[in-house]
C-alpha cells in the first residue's frame, strides 16, 4: 500500500498513525478474502486504496466501504467521477455493469464474454434509451468492458473478480430473499461443469445477499447453502468508516 501510494504521489495524504490506521481496515477486507480461498488480494487493495484517494482528495461526507460489494460499487463511482463530458448517473453506471455482468456470467457461472449484440440487446431491456451508447460508455469512458479481438464480436469485463461481485449484486437486487429463486439458482450452479471453477462466483454471490439483504445472516437458507458446498463458514468482517 505505501509504495502504491508513494508511486501516486499520494502518500502525503495519510499523516502518521492515520496510515496504519486504513491498512488496518484494507488488512481486514483481505483476510476475509484469504478466508474464502482467493487469490486477488492485489487487485482488492489496488481498488481500496484508489477509492481511499478519492476520499481523501475531496470526499469527506461518505464512509469507506465496509464490505467487498460496497468497494466494488465504490470502485465504479469513482471511475465515473472522472468523465467529464456526457456523463451518465452513477445509478444508471450501477444497473447497466450489473446487468452486463451477470449477462456474462449466466451461462457458466464463470466470468466470460458475450455477444454485443445480447448486451446491447439486455440493456434495451432494461432501458430503452441509447443502449448501445450506454455500452460504449462503460468500455471507452470506464475501460471496465474490453472487445474481444479479432472478431469485435464478443465483448467481456477486464477484470473477472469485479465481473463476480456485480453479477452477484444484480441477482441479490432481482432476487432479494425469494427463497424459490434462490432454489433455481443453485440448483443451475449445481449442474455447471467443475465446481471449484465456479466457487468465486459463488462466495461472491454470498457476500452481496449479507452486505444487501437487510437483516440476512449467516444461517439464511442462501449463504448456509453455498458455504456447505464449499465446506466452509464464512463470515463477513465489517470495515470501520
Known sequence: MEKYLEKLGKLHLFQGSQFHYVCGDLAKLLEEIRIQGRST????????????IAKMEGI???KLPQN???LMLAYLKELNRDVTEHKLTNRTVYEDAQLLAWE?????????STKIKDAINALSIL?????EQRLNYLEEKLHLLQTNLPSQENVR???DPVAEYLAGLHLVENYDNNESKWRDFLIDADFQNAPEAIKG???AVRDCYLAKIPGAKD???????????????????????
Do not use: G, H, W
Open 41 to 52: 488480494t492485489v487487485l482488492f487493495a489496488k481498488l481500496y486504496a484508489d477509492v481511499l
Open 127 to 131: 432501458s430503452s434509451q441509447n443502449a
Open 60 to 62: 469527506k461526507d461518505e
Open 157 to 159: 469485463f477486464v477484470l
Open 68 to 70: 467487498i460489494p460496497d
Open 201 to 203: 462466483f459463488m462466495l
Open 104 to 112: 456474462c456470467l449466466k451461462l457458466t457461472y464463470r466470468p466470460a
Open 219 to 241: 444461517t439464511d437458507f442462501l449463504p448456509q447453502e453455498i458455504a456447505s458446498r464449499y465446506n466452509r463458514t464464512i463470515t463477513a468482517v465489517p470495515v470501520s468508516p
